[in-house]
């Protein structure tokens, strides 16, 4: 396998608004540093593929409006490294924009396509599940994703259920199911038939491109007219002019439940989706009452199960608090039942209602 064949494209566009208030619209989470090691989650995501590609073959997808924040924190990268989105359209046409450029130049890549936001504790293992995996998909026509066996009941993962169909000892995919209620969940934990979705995907480009050929033609119609523009100077003025035209939808919902050829490598990497401050919560180290103090300074009495992050050089005291998530940064203050922080969109938006965009 030529390792100059290998690319990663790094979905970078999202604002992370389940994090408010420590992600926002002008700095979302893939942008942070978490855990105060002075590595935010994006460049760390760059740092571990780094170890296996060259930097040369690895893309960020952004936003428009973070591309010179992307630049800033990856000065290894060319600014032609960084491709830009005029305006938010989830993970399909992302994925597809990747694509085509990457086509421009290089039609046999084999391409590995990750978000910004995930940890990875176990990096070795990780790393190596990837090389075999552009391997896979080399000798291969097939879509993969990598799947990650469930260590509990979770209903706040998609699951993958595999079959009994194997090509060189990788499970062809059954069937995606969205985020169970927790009797489901149990259910599919309990069969050892499911595994959780990671969002992770490996691929050569000639597959992925006929699959969006035939799953998502609306995209396709309008990116073949650009064939010549894409890796030329004409290609920001095609992507501005026709990617807002692309359907909202997600690859998985795109390609990934419709096409007949997906494929899923089982792992245990240490994987966190780092979605919510639960899951934060789940992989952070946890005091002999099982509180979460990240970044800060904080002294727990009489309180367990919180999950407390401020600005570094700050002291918080927490007295009498079980289950909460307490959240300061750039001048406002969150304090939120962990159980009910599917709420915490709508105290965005309720925010953005009544002060307008100053705390957004």
């Keep these: ?16 608004s389940r994090f408010w208030p420590f992600s926002r619209e002008a700095r979302p989470k893939q942008f942070l540093d978490f855990f105060g090691t002075g590595r935010s989650l994006l460049q760390l995501t760059v740092d571990r593929f780094s170890k296996i590609l060259p930097v040369e073959n690895i893309y960020i997808v952004t936003n428009k409006e973070y591309a010179q924040m992307v630049l800033d924190e990856l000065p290894e990268l060319n600014p032609n490294q960084v491709l830009l989105e005029p305006m938010r359209r989830n993970t399909a046409p992302c994925i597809a924009f990747a694509s085509y450029h990457i086509n421009s130049f290089n039609p046999e890549a084999n391409i590995v396509v990750a978000p910004s936001d995930h940890l ?34 979770e209903t706040g993962y998609g699951y993958i259920q595999m079959s009994e169909e194997h090509l060189d000892n990788v499970s062809k995919v059954k069937v995606f199911t969205e985020k169970p209620n927790l009797d489901l969940a149990k259910v599919f934990y309990e069969s050892g038939e499911f595994l959780w979705n990671s969002g992770i995907f490996i691929w050569n480009n000639k597959t992925i491109l006929d699959a969006f050929h035939q799953h998502l033609p609306e995209i396709t119609n309008r990116f073949d007219q650009g064939l010549d523009a894409f890796g030329t100077d004409k290609e920001k003025a095609f992507i501005d002019e026709n990617f807002p035209f692309c359907p909202n939808i997600s690859i998985d919902y795109g390609i990934m439940e419709k096409a007949d050829n997906v494929y899923v490598q089982a792992a245990d990497f240490g994987w966190s989706d780092l979605g919510t401050w639960g899951s934060l919560y789940e992989i952070s180290d946890k005091d002999e009452n099982a509180n979460a103090a990240l970044i800060a300074d904080t002294l727990f009495f009489d309180s367990s199960e919180n999950v407390v992050t401020l600005p570094s050089g700050k002291l918080a005291v927490i007295q009498g608090l079980d289950g909460y998530i307490v959240a300061e940064a750039d001048g406002v203050l969150l304090i939120c039942k962990k159980e009910e922080e599917q709420r915490i969109k709508q105290f965005v938006a309720d925010v953005k209602l009544r002060y307008g965009e100053k705390y957004i």
């Design 1 to 16: 396998m030529d390792n100059k064949n290998n690319y990663c494209v790094i979905m970078s566009g999202g604002i992370g």
């Design 120 to 153: 990875i504790l176990k990096e070795d293992e990780f790393l190596s599940i990837i090389k075999n995996a552009l391997g896979f998909v080399e000798r291969h026509n097939t879509l993969l994703t990598l799947g990650i066996r469930p260590s509990r009941p």
